[in-house]
């Protein structure tokens, strides 16, 4: 197979990289672990003209906590790197489970959670879990920087709300009261499958009543989604088997999935009722493990 | 009991290391793709966008003017004989001349400098095709409305099967239980991890290829043929091969075009098929639908079985027409019943092609057979192991399709099986979501005749000792796809000449320096390819004593020899060392060798397809599988598996049993993953390895491989089958152990946490 | 430390191949997969799938595998790589080498390149794993001949060796 031509550039510095794309337009694409576009390009559904690599830039690839902000995970970070944090491990370590859930050890190595989340496909594993950690994206441009709620960073399947000439810099999963956060992925293969279905949840508990909860459901809608409807059922009140039950069925309804090769919209929604009870005992029962 | 337990063996019997095994942990094994011919220039070729459409023009000029570019061919510059490997079915051409069959069918090709020279001339050739209605479903095909695919096959029909032994009504009428399912298989495909690679090079007339084959006798044979060349003036070399399974037993386009592409552009042209293409060339195993009756006694006597199939064969005949034959012939095999009837359809689509993959025709009917007998046994209050030992085969029995069974030890397989998956512990007693089941299976060891009409022998081999006598050299025709054949037959060499395993060398699968042999497949090479290698071995050793006798003054029938020392039986001390004798001979004789071959006794009955599923001998297995199901999500975790093998002597055990695990792991495969399918264009949607989902690693069981004590006469030392057998009784144990869990009968392969959800849910529904 | 000079449509590309360093100039959409193969001659490193769904084609970049199909031979500029054929060493088989021999691990070897360098990565940065460890670090090179039975037990069989 071979990966059709284009000019390679790799830019020194962010603001070198956002000027380029600029430059470029919709001609160029970001090339950061290459896991996702590379495959694309080989079976000829893109055609860059030019790939602006990140390879130079090493300020992209820290994860780091900053007091007051909470933990930055940088753009270029592999997921085997997400994966094997120290920092993340100790602090949210459904996020460390959400990046080996994927692919394989040689992907991992190779895939970054910048590409993971600027290719917007539904299936994506990291944004489910980032989302209900309340994750914002940090957003590099031409003009300036800006930061938004990851929620709100995807438009659908491939689209994101990155404007010509912006990069996504790094991810920030915020300091919060939640108590506990999980991801379960439902694949049909153990390793190197994609999701048919993922719930994440991030839940704050206390005295045995829910007082703040966040669902997010990854491959059954265009978009990652918030199962809004289903966390109104279960914040505020006393946490019981039933009214997670009840929880499951409601995520269940609210998802928008399709059918596809993976599955059937009917199989997806039971998967999302059946995922969401378990991601939320899960998160409720072993905090962020 | 049996030549095996009483003889003490002095190389076979052991756990060898792979001869090829240093190569290929290092990286210095060379396959096809890996060679560099000087000159050399690749080939790609240009495929169909469309299942089945009229090619009204090809317009190459803009592809011709590249740089780089040496040559764009299309049907118009190479041969348009039919070819094919079922013989009076040859329905496909080199490049597609009038019509495209298929998504993927071959429709132009480019020899270039490089492969992105030759991708971007594939871009530049504009076709022009007239879209034709495409005939995608297999049960419909048949049908008044749909377009005929061939010209010569009416309402796609690409055989029609209808074989009736005994009197099946009457059997069912004498029956205490007559049972009626539908079964549905997959269209699963062989996935070498090797694709399909072959580099042609014609010089002075003559045309070298190196393939990644199955067979390089059935390569020359049909090339040869195709190009109208005598078979001595194509030569088909194999290096190295990745891994076959059934998918290079014919030659595919990147042979065929390789060599049409060498012969106009008079450079060697490679050509690797990407993984794409190997899909598209695909010769998986056919999806059939099966319906099935068998009618038993109240004690559970199997008394007459009517098999209705309609199969997928795709857009050529390939191998198919055997496929067909298969499905029906292997049902009699294992168990003893009298009364069979058996009628089948293969039908043409536009998808593509379909044909042997291990196991060949008879594992999705093996499925559909132990998932019933597992119901009538349900129905009858019978343990499952039990029924089957109402019904297993004996040794020295003939088959209602007048198959020939020598040694047969399934009923110690069911025995053992039985005993080491504690059977009695866990059947029924598991906790709830857990279950156990069994499936059982049996197989020929080589096919009693081969493909096309020919009265060569199935195998031959020569022995050569070295002039000092210190290595000896087995030539064999006999493919190494990486089962371990060429360490098996040196170590049958090594056995029979009286030397050791370490002094053989081996060269194999060369039609030009090595004899003649049908190849790898129909799990055929240990017993036929082994006779020879025994034979010719043989004769060296009748050699090498007939002149130690003469220097030690001794008598030949009081000479023996073990791992190079020929001695006096009963006297020790009177030896030769086997490389004095070998060098002496040599001096006085001139070249030290020995020859053999074999050929199969006629085989078989008198009726249309009699010869199909005959074999000198059939191996027997008991498979037993433990699962865990997750109710919700109709996830199943297989935990453990047991396979019991009745495959007669054992060569060399760790290969042995590395067999059985790639069986039944392809089996596995199979009946929980695996299933290429396609949009309503005929266009497959998972193509790739991503998609099209092979286990992986963390995916599969423990699994535990044991054998029964058995001797095959038919075969040098005792031996029988191992290759494929494996592949039969797991689709069956997996579908009979899910229902034991929770109670639910899946009929369609393959059995998919949604299948099994949605079968959960059936279920529960209040009827 | 080379940053990547473009030359036309050629870049400049420093690395290391089995402890031996190359500077060479490369397509900017040739894979390292190509440059391995069609370059040095490293044909150990196999082509499968092209898509990073096989794992035939691994090799270790700076001590961890790596689909050398979906990593560019522009950007392995300033990177270290062992393919299959720098394991061995002076002519001594690794250890794991030398099990996937005597387990009969290997059967038509086309997966045994990327194996036993996901095996040795794994080796490496934990030289006791766990079964289960073990499945997890060959959970991206398929195998299609042997169930993967024994060359999980050559992988555990070399780590008992490292004890």
Known sequence: ?289 | MSEATTKEFSVIGKSVPKIDARDKVTGRAKYTGDLKVTGMLIGKILRSPHAHARILSIDTSKAEQLPGVEAVITAKDVPATFYGISPARYDETILAIEKVLQVGDKVAAVAAVDEETAVKALGLIDVEYEVLPAVLDPLRAMDEDQPQIHPQYERNISVEIHQDFGDVEMAFQQSHLVRTDRFQGNRATHVPMEPHAAISKWENGKLTIWSSTQSPHYFQYHIARVFGLKMGDVRVIKPTVGGGFGGKLEPSAAEYVSAALAMKTGRPVKIVFDRKEVFFHNRGRHAQHIELTTGVTKEGKILGVHGKYIIDGGSYTSLGIASAYYAGAMLPLIYEFDHFKFDCFRVHTNLPSCAAQRGHGAPQPRFAFESQLDMIAKELGMDPIEIRKVNARRPNTMTLNDLKVNSCEFMACLEKAREISGWVGKKGKLPPGQGIGIGCGGFITGAGYPIYRTRLPHAAAIVKVSEQGDIATLYIGAVDIGQGSDTILAQMAAEAIGINYEDMRIVSADTETTPHDFGAYASRQTLMSGHAVKQAGEEVRRQIIELAAELLEASVADLDIDRRVIFVKGSPEKMLPFETVANEFFIRKGPLMGKGSYTPPKLGGKFKGAAVGTSPAYSFAAQISQVEVDEETGQVMVTNVWDVHDCGTVINPNLLHAQVEGALFMGMGEAMYEQVVFDDKGRPLNANLGEYRVPTALDVPQVISELVDSYEPAGPWGVKEVGEGATLPTMGSYANAIYDAIGVRLYDLPLTPEKVWRAIHERKKPS | ?163
């Open chain 1, 1 to 289: 197979m071979i990966i059709p031509e284009f000019e390679y550039v790799s830019p020194q510095s962010v603001q070198e990289a956002c000027a380029l794309l600029v430059q470029y337009g919709d001609s160029a694409r970001v090339l950061a672990g290459g896991s996702d576009l590379l495959v694309k390009m080989k079976d000829g559904l893109m055609k860059p003209a030019y790939l602006v690599s990140l390879k130079n830039l090493d300020s992209l690839k820290a994860i780091r906590y900053e007091t007051g902000t909470g933990v930055i995970i940088g753009a270029r970070a592999t997921h085997n790197e997400v994966m094997n944090n120290r920092l993340l491990q100790e602090k949210y370590r459904s996020v460390c489970e959400a990046a080996h859930s994927m692919a394989a050890d040689q992907i991992r190595n190779i895939g970054t959670v910048g590409g993971n989340l600027v290719n917007a496909v539904p299936s994506a594993d990291l944004p489910p879990i980032l989302i209900a950690l309340d994750a914002r994206a940090r957003i590099v441009g031409s003009s300036g920087e800006r930061t938004i709620a990851l929620e709100d960073f995807f438009l659908g399947p491939g689209k994101t709300v990155l404007e010509k000439g912006e990069i996504l810099a790094a991810i920030i999963i915020p300091d919060q009261p939640t108590t506990g956060s999980n991801y379960i992925k439902f694949g049909l293969r153990r390793a190197g499958a994609l999701a048919v279905a993922g719930v994440a949840s991030s839940v704050t508990v206390s005295d045995g009543t829910c007082r703040d909860v966040r669902v997010v459901l990854g491959a059954v809608a265009p978009t990652p989604m918030r199962a809004r409807q289903a966390e109104n059922v279960l914040r505020g009140k006393k946490i019981s088997r039933e009214l997670i039950d009840e929880t499951g069925r409601i995520a269940a309804a609210e998802s928008k999935p399709i059918s596809d090769i993976r599955g059937s919209i009917e199989y997806r929604r039971n998967l999302v009722n059946v995922l969401t009870r378990r991601s939320l005992k899960a998160a409720i029962e072993k905090g962020h493990i």
């Open chain 3, 1 to 163: 430390m080379g940053t990547a000079i473009k030359k036309g449509k050629l870049h400049v590309v420093t690395l290391t191949v089995n402890g031996e360093e190359h500077a060479v100039l490369v397509k900017a959409n040739t894979t390292l997969l190509d440059l391995l193969r069609e370059e040095f001659d490293y044909t150990g490193t196999k082509k499968g799938c092209e898509l990073g769904d096989c794992g035939a084609c691994t090799v270790l970049m700076d001590d961890r595998p790596v689909n050398s199909c979906l990593v560019l031979a522009v950007e392995a500029d300033g990177h270290s790589f062992t393919t299959i054929e720098g394991v061995e060493q002076g002519g001594k088989l690794d250890r794991l080498q030398e099990e996937f021999i005597n387990q009969a691990a290997v059967q038509c070897g086309y997966c045994s390149p990327g194996m036993i360098l996901s095996g040795k990565a794994l080796l490496m940065r934990n030289p006791h794993p766990t079964e289960r460890e073990v499945r997890e670090a060959i959970g991206g090179n398929l195998c299609r001949c042997t169930g993967y039975v024994r060359i999980v037990k050559a992988i555990l069989a070399a780590a008992e060796a490292n004890s």
